[in-house]
């Protein structure tokens, strides 16, 4: 069975599927498992953007906030959030969002920018990469402000 994605822009519905050949067969049985087994990664099947948070703090925090600065909540907007659950496993759904072409952002701590090699699992930059996302800015080589400053 196809993994599709379904959004609504301008009055129109619009579907993609997800390319098995691009996918290894153990991914595409682990997102399909957890489509099944969470509304929360469902909904990203019908999104007009994506948050993928690190962990339970920006669970909770992100959609207070997001009602605070945007004065509506976070679904009535179109836009899933999704905790990932640890700072290694961003790279599958940064892969579906990229696969469908939804925009998304990443919320984590510093640590998972600042892993002190960018060959770690952990690091941001290198889950982005091997999720296909290239053309990255070069963390390493930003100080803090500017790291602060950077958007994908």
């Known amino acids: 069975m196809p993994i599709l994605h379904q959004k609504l822009t301008r009055g129109e519905t619009l579907r993609s599927a997800l390319d098995p050949s691009e996918w290894r067969q153990k991914d595409l049985a682990t997102i399909k498992k957890e489509l099944r087994g969470s509304i929360s990664v469902g909904s990203l099947l019908f999104s007009n953007g994506i948050i993928l948070g690190e962990g339970e703090t920006e669970s909770a925090a992100l959609p207070v906030w997001f009602e605070k600065e945007h004065g509506q909540a976070l679904e009535r907007s179109n836009v899933a959030f999704h905790w990932v659950g640890g700072d290694a496993s961003f790279e599958t759904y940064l ?4 696969s469908f072409g939804t925009p998304w952002a990443v919320l984590c701590d510093a640590k998972v920018i600042c892993y002190p090699t960018p060959g770690d699992p ?3 930059a290198r889950q982005m ?5 290239v053309n990255l800015t070069d963390f390493d080589q930003l100080d803090f402000a500017q790291r602060r400053s950077v958007q994908f």
């Open 129 to 133: 990469n091997d999720a296909g996302i």
């Open 122 to 124: 952990k690091n941001i």
């Open 95 to 98: 892969r579906v969002a990229r």
